[in-house]
């Protein structure tokens, strides 16, 4: 009966090394993002160019409008004074508004390749994982 317990407990006292403390988890690593791929800081001229095929042309009339974008977004973060309800409120706006400069912007085929990707957001601008979007995940095959 020793032999298991030593066994348990050793196998425990690895696990402990191994992973990282859970406080660490939830702090954000370096400075924040500032565009990438999309997400939570908006669409990127990089993704809507790998998306959608944007043209130099395109990619000179919507880099100053998600520039605009980004930082409006980053003063509403940065606003302690609203109310959360406020500034989700006022971030959908601005979403809203950057949507439709994009959609200004695209041809018909990029626009509906645009209308698929936002289709696959959130309520908040975040990617939808695999599922129907109400948090269920399809079975594992």
């Known amino acids: 009966m020793k032999k298991p317990l030593s066994r348990l407990a050793l196998l425990a006292a690895a696990a402990l090394?191994?992973?990282?403390?859970?406080?660490?988890?939830?702090?954000?690593?370096?400075?924040?993002?500032?565009?990438?791929?999309g997400g939570r800081r908006g669409p990127s001229i990089e993704?809507?160019?790998?998306?959608?095929?944007?043209s130099k042309e395109q990619v000179d009339k919507l880099t100053p409008v998600l520039e605009k974008q980004r930082a409006?977004?980053?003063?509403?973060?940065?606003?302690e004074s609203?109310?959360?309800?406020?500034?989700?409120a006022r971030m959908r706006s601005i979403r809203e508004e950057g949507d439709q400069a994009i959609?200004?912007?695209?041809?018909?085929?990029?626009?509906?390749?645009?209308e698929e990707a936002r289709a696959n957001r959130g309520p908040g601008g975040e990617r939808r994982g695999p599922g129907d979007g109400k948090g269920e995940r399809p079975p594992r095959t």
């Open 17 to 37: 090394l191994v992973l990282p403390p859970a406080s660490a988890q939830s702090e954000p690593k370096g400075p924040p993002r500032e565009g990438g791929k």
């Open 72 to 79: 409006q977004m980053e003063a509403l973060r940065n606003d």
């Open 47 to 54: 993704m809507l160019t790998e998306q959608l095929g944007l």
């Open 103 to 114: 959609g200004a912007v695209l041809t018909p085929e990029q626009k509906k390749k645009w």
């Open 82 to 88: 609203l109310a959360p309800e406020d500034r989700r």
